[in-house]
């Protein structure tokens, strides 16, 4: 009982999701192609061919021009989703009945501008999204959109060279501008780009840089250039929606990855140090306005040129976020010398193993210990709201012939971290907005893009080759999670 209402009392309880991963109909209403409808089926067997699969960083125009001319939605799943686009109904209705105050979804800029360099909106794009939101007022659910969630219209990149180019932030404030001119009377909270760091390890899904195209020697001023201009653009967002909707929050969206060291040696602490610049550049520039130290001399030191100018300096300095949202799944740890380590997969990375912690099935290290630390991490750094907008576990479920899933181990792993917010908040002090695990519903793991790695607490009916009846099933996790809502968290 010391539990009942630990939670504030309007904290915000959901889930969230993107565009890509769920939506399907990837060529209907006049939907273009984005960068995500050319990722193909990846299918590890094991940890060591997990540890190899590398997203879409080695996208190149080939592997680009024979996706434009397939039609295979099996070789390509997150053209097909778990069809969101036609079950979005049944689906609110769901998050509905869990108790949903809020649902975090991203929009697919390439619904809205097939091409991502038209001057006039595609109607049918905002329409969807329309009765989207609609379908979310009618259950007083508060829609958090995400303006970029790994889906940069593949035309900006095959025909501008995507974040490379300075014309995509003209493109994108286009897409901005339609798309908070349509909805921002409705909607209180956007993020401006998912996980804006993984830049870094993502160059084509983050930043629609095709690597082949550049040399060797010049890609890293490429993808700092890239960088620039995404945070640019996001300042350039964040101005036109405090402008036109005063009342509207806008936050910056981070990969919370924590790190430790593996022993206490120096030079490990050190090297843990430096990582964590790494990890945290990208927000401070985004809350705090200006380069860090980190950046700066890394460019430095490492004769990357990245072309800002003074009015690109001012339009960061004055467009700050107004709350620090962030994914958090594990941690992992940093050594000077990782060369005789065992290394593990997390998200969107590889580190080194730590012998404390056990793993997902696919390698991430559970540690719910590690959002507390993260959480008093970034509030002590920031001083802003937070909001968690990514958690969970992705696990293999089993569905039996009574349409029932068993899914105790995500129970586990979610209560753990649901105390681990409580403690932060009320005995560190952190101010936590909200909480929106990912995927409430099954959809396509982003890393492998398998169905059958799956965070939900709805199950969807769909094998990894595309097979399946769409149907939707609650798990056990479903009626836990409503549980949690409704006693704010007081019944774990
Ligand atoms: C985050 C992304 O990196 O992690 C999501 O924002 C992604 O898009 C999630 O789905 C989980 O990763 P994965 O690879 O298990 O889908």
Not at 9 to 29: K, R, V
Not at 105 to 112: D, K, L, V
Not at 456 to 477: A, C, E, M, P, Q
Request: proline residues 3%; contains cysteine.
């Amino acid at each position: 009982t010391d539990k009942v209402n630990c939670f504030p009392e309007n904290f915000l309880w959901g889930g969230s999701t993107s565009a890509n991963q769920i939506e399907g109909a990837w060529h209907e209403d006049g939907k273009g192609l984005s960068v995500a409808d050319v990722q193909l089926f990846r299918n590890p067997k094991t940890l060591d061919e997990l540890n190899n699969v590398k997203g879409n960083t080695d996208t190149d125009d080939d592997m680009i021009k024979n996706a434009i001319v397939s039609d295979s939605t099996t070789d390509y799943p997150k053209r097909h989703g778990i069809d969101f686009y036609h079950h979005y109904k049944e689906d609110i209705k769901l998050f509905a009945e869990m108790g949903f105050n809020t649902y975090r979804f991203s929009i697919a800029w390439s619904r809205i501008f097939p091409n991502g360099d038209e001057s006039a909106p595609n109607e049918k794009g905002l329409e969807f999204y329309n009765k989207v939101i609609k379908e979310c007022a009618k259950y007083n659910i508060q829609p958090i959109i995400t303006l970029s969630h790994y889906e940069i219209p593949l035309t900006l990149c095959t025909r501008y060279n995507g974040w490379y180019n300075r014309k995509t932030i003209d493109f994108f404030i286009n897409y901005v501008k339609a798309v908070i001119t349509h909805f921002g009377k409705d909607v209180k909270y956007w993020l401006t780009f998912n996980e804006i760091d993984s830049i870094l390890r993502h160059p084509f899904m983050t930043g629609g840089l095709i690597e082949s195209r550049f040399k060797k020697e010049e890609f890293q001023s490429v993808l700092y250039q890239a960088m620039h201009n995404q945070l640019v653009a996001s300042a350039l967002a964040t101005k036109f929606i405090h402008e036109n909707y005063p009342d509207d929050k806008v936050g910056c969206m981070t990969t919370k990855l924590t790190y430790y060291p593996f022993t206490s040696k120096p030079a490990d602490v050190l090297a843990t140090q430096q990582k964590m610049r790494q990890v945290y550049a990208f927000a401070d520039i985004q809350v705090f306005g200006r380069y860090p130290a980190y950046l700066l001399s890394k460019f430095k030191n490492e004769q990357i040129n990245v072309d800002m100018n003074q009015d690109d300096l001012k339009i960061l300095s004055q467009n700050t976020v107004d709350f620090v949202s962030f994914s958090y799944y594990q941690t992992s740890c940093v050594a000077a010398d990782e060369s005789n380590l065992e290394l593990t997969n997390g998200n969107t990375t590889i580190g080194v193993k730590n012998p404390y912690l056990k793993s997902s099935e696919w390698g991430w290290q559970i540690d719910p210990t590690g959002l507390r630390i993260s959480l008093v991490d970034l509030y002590d750094r920031y001083r802003k709201p937070l909001m968690i907008v990514e958690n969970g576990l992705g696990a293999r479920d089993v569905i039996d012939s009574n349409h029932q899933v068993h899914d105790d181990y995500r129970i586990t792993y979610l209560k753990a971290h649901i105390s681990a917010m409580y403690d932060a908040i009320t005995k560190d002090g952190v101010d936590l907005m909200g909480y929106t695990p990912w995927g409430p519903i099954d959809l396509l793991s982003n890393s492998t893009i398998q169905m059958s790695k799956r965070y939900g607490f709805i199950y969807v009916d769909l094998n990894d080759d595309g097979t399946g009846s769409y149907n939707r099933y609650k798990k056990d996790s479903f009626y836990w999670y409503h549980d949690v809502i409704k006693s704010n968290a007081a019944s774990i």
